[in-house]
Structure formats: C-alpha cells, structure tokens
C-alpha cells in the first residue's frame, strides 16, 4: 500500500473540494485550510479499529495512507486471531500500525475496550448486525466514525443509527460511511453535472450488482451455532442483511442520490449529504444456486427490485428505480449504475462514467481512490472542525435495502413508512457463543414476518 506524502494529502483534498463543491472561493480557502494542517502536522490522527478481517484491515490501511500523520492506537475483534493478521496485513506501515497488547481487544465487547481508547475516529467494520450497537456506543462516547456500509441489517438497527445520527451533530462530531462512490471524483463530477442539468430532469434509475458467489465457511461441529454463523456470517440475515443489502446497497444508493438530486434533495451541509429513499417497492427472488443450507445458510441468491420514489420537483409522475442483484456462478456479471433523465442519461461504475443525449460527456481522469478519499476527508473535517456527517444518507439507502428484502421474502410490496416502522428485530436477545438454530429460507406468500 503506496503512503501517500503531504503534498498528496492537500492535492487530494482540494480536488474533492473542487469536485463537489466548484467555487474558486470556497476551494482557494479550504485548500490554504488543508494546507495549514499538513504544514503544522504536529498533531497525530489516533485510529481505533473494530473488526479487523478483510474490510477492517484494508480500512486501517487507507487511514494510514491518508496522513503520514495518522496511526492505529486500538485493535478490537471477536477473535484474537484476526487482530494477530490485521498487524501482520498493516505491518509495511511499521510503528504506526503497532499496537501495545493492552489496547488490543477480543470477545463479543471488544467494541468497548476499543471505544475507551483515547482517539480521534474509531473504524467499525464488523458485520453489519453489529453495527448499530457499535456505532451508538462510539457515538455515545463522543467518538468520530468511520463506518462500513451497511449500517444496520432490520428496521430496529436503522432506528438506532438515525437516533444516533441526531447525536452526532449535537456532539460536534464526524461521521464518515464506507460508500466509497461518494468519495470517488468520476462519481462526484458526473453527479454535478446531472444536478447542473446535463440529463434533464432525473426520471428513472436502473442499478446492478451482478456477480458470482463469494467465499464461505463450512461449518464445524465443535463450535456453537453462533460462533459457526459469525464465521459464514454472509449467509445469515442477521449478521449481514443478505446480499442486496450486504453488497448491492452501495448501487441502492446511488439511486437515491440520483433520485435526491431529481427530487430537489436534502442536502444542508454539503453536497454530498444529499438524501432520498424510495416510498415503496415489489421485488422477488430467490435462491436456485445457492441451496446447500449447511454451508450457505438462508439467503437468497438473487433478487430485483421496482423501487418507488417520489416525482420530481415541477413534476407530477413518481419516478422508479429497477435493481437487481445476483451471486450466482456461471452468470453474467453487471455492477453498475444508469441514471435516466428527460434529456440523456449517465452511466456510471467504479473508475468510470459518462453522459449521452444532448450533452455528452466522458469522464477523463484523474480519478483518485476513493477508499483513501473517506480518510482524508474524514480527517480533514476532524482537523478542521468541519461538519461531515454522513450517518443519515448512508441509513436510508441501508434501509431502501432492507425494504427490499421484505418485500423479496415476503412477496408484499411494502412502503417505506411502514418498513421503517417495523418492529423486526434480528439479533439473539443476548449475544455469546451459544445455541442459534438458523432461520429457514423464506418463501414469498408464507413468510408472514421476513427474517
Ligand atoms: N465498502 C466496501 O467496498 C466494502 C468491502 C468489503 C466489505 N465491506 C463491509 O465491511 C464489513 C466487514 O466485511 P469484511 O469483508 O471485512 O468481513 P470479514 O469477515 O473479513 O471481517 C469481519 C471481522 O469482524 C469480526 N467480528 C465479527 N463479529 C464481531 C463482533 N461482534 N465484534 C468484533 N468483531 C467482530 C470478525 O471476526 C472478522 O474479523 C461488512 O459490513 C462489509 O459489508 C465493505
């Protein structure tokens, strides 16, 4: 992992800046801001991470890239072993990704060890049935986040984080989420242009994530239910949400900045805080690949999804946004976005994007990885006390998800006000390693109350 210098850090900084907010003013004075940081630089940025597998340890990394100025100060997970191979998996980053055993915490409250370390953002990146608790009590205890999408994985978890989410600006803190796309400069460019009018009036959205099947962890007989589904977590909705909400959330919501823009949005501190949901949605799907419970679990490997928003301003007609999402071997892989407008209409992907109809355009670059843009705009908006706080965007497309889950396992359309609503509430009502019996596949029309 390339660490990148000062110069790097300001460069990057202006250049989300410019992206998102174009206005010399603004971007000459918040660059001599970044600027003024990186050339004082006595102040070390203190990482906590929670959950150190894949995610957890790549997040690490892109802090330390971020600043040379950043370090890891607390390590905490369920196993001890992971903590042992983030280290191993950050150690080209040398002192500052070393850890003193002390602040190094395993076990189901690891998350508090690590919140009682004294730092400037903790990075929450266990599975996501954890993250409402995890991100509460950080936020509880006065602690800026970085946290990984998606946040929550039933309605319950969403009303947590959105109480939380109130916290955060009343606690002057900062809150980064991990849809990276909102921190990518193809993405940010082609949005400003659809909100300078390059498509029109947003009217649809069709988004993708296509693909074959991911890894998983067979079960072992000698370790609880628990522990067995924690390890194969992807394939329980109560850790993970199942995949359109694990995975094609970050597509979801691309729709629903698209469709924020459409609708006049929400947006109050900054562009990119932009919000909207869809009102209601009917989906089906499935699992015909994926059927082997023992080692899959009860999620489904396929869904697609007719999301309902509202019309646009100066308009009459909803406006709907189709998503489809597959793990399935042997299938044709799409992960993308296309946004629909009167117009034209934008194309979008990780590392590209572009606009046809009357006002063409192809995004040429720069482009910038948008997994280190999250820190440095995380630590900049720490540094300069800035307000970023991206909890709310990143619950509502969780929540869109969510929405369509429901209505995929239990073959209702459901609207948003009642899915939000709903008392479902996924997790073990105490969490230690212990009998789980694992939910049964849903089956549309008979799953009264989708699990
Ligand atoms: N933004 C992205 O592009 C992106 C990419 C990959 C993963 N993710 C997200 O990051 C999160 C983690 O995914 P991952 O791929 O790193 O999974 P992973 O299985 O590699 O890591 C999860 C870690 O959390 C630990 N853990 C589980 N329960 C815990 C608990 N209660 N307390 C503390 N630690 C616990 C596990 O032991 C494991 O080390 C997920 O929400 C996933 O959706 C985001």
């Known amino acids: 992992m390339k660490q990148i210098n000062r110069r790097d850090f300001v460069k990057a900084s202006a250049m989300t800046t410019l992206a998102v907010a174009a206005g010399a003013s603004f971007i000459s004075s918040n660059s001599s801001a970044a600027l003024r940081v990186a050339s004082r630089g006595k102040r070390d940025i203190r990482v906590g991470i929670i959950g150190c597998g894949g995610r957890g340890t790549g997040a690490g990394g892109n802090a330390l890239e971020a600043s040379p100025d950043a370090r890891i100060v607390a390590y905490g997970d369920l196993f001890p072993e992971r903590i042992a191979s983030a280290q191993k998996g950050l150690a080209s980053f040398g002192e500052r990704s070393k850890v003193d055993p002390a602040q190094c915490f395993t076990g189901f409250d690891a998350y508090q060890g690590v919140i009682s370390v004294p730092c400037d953002y903790v990075i929450l990146a266990t599975p996501p049935g954890f993250r409402p608790t995890h991100f509460s009590a950080a936020i509880a205890a006065g602690r800026n986040a970085f946290v990984e999408k998606p946040v929550a994985v ?30 990518e400069w193809c993405y940010l460019e082609a949005m400003q242009r659809i909100r300078d009018g390059a498509i ?41 949400g199942d995949h359109i909400v694990e995975q094609h959330v970050h597509n979801i919501d691309i729709a629903n900045w698209a469709m924020g823009i459409g609708a006049g949005g929400t947006e109050s501190s900054g562009r990119r805080l932009a919000a909207s949901h869809p009102n209601r949605c009917i989906a089906v799907g499935g699992r015909q690949a ?7 679990g009860h999620v489904f490997d396929h869904f697609a999804v007719d999301f309902e928003y509202a019309a646009a301003e100066a ?22 976005e296309i946004i629909y407008g009167t117009t034209g209409l934008a194309r979008l992907s990780s590392g590209s994007a572009e606009i046809t109809g009357e006002r063409p355009w192809v995004f040429k670059g720069p482009n910038n990885n948008p997994y280190v843009q999250e820190h440095i705009d995380l630590q900049k908006a720490i540094i300069d006390g800035t307000p970023l706080n991206e909890t709310a965007q990143v619950a509502q497309s969780t929540m869109s998800a969510i929405m369509g889950r429901m209505a995929a396992y239990s073959g209702s359309e459901i609207t948003w006000d009642d899915a939000v609503a709903d008392p479902m509430n996924l997790m073990p009502p105490s969490l230690q390693f212990g009998p789980f019996p694992q939910a049964s596949v849903a089956i549309p029309g008979q799953t009264s109350q989708p699990h």
Do not use: C
Not at 204 to 215: D, H, I
Not at 290 to 296: G, K, L, M, Q
Not at 316 to 334: E, K
């Open 290 to 296: 994926r059927v082997d419970t023992r080692e899959f």
């Open 200 to 240: 029109g009036r947003v009217v649809a959205a069709r988004v993708f994530w296509n693909m074959g099947s991911l890894w998983n962890v067979k079960p072992d007989p000698s370790r609880s239910d628990v522990e067995n589904q924690v390890r194969n977590w992807l394939y329980h909705t109560w850790l993970s």
């Open 315 to 336: 308009d009459t007609t909803p406006r709907f946004a189709l998503s489809m999402a597959r793990q399935q071997d042997g299938t044709s892989g799409r992960v993308e």
């Open 154 to 183: 039933d309605p319950t978890g969403i009303r947590t984080m959105l109480a939380a989410a109130s916290e955060v600006d009343a606690k002057n803190l900062r809150v980064v989420a991990g849809t990276q796309r909102r921190h």
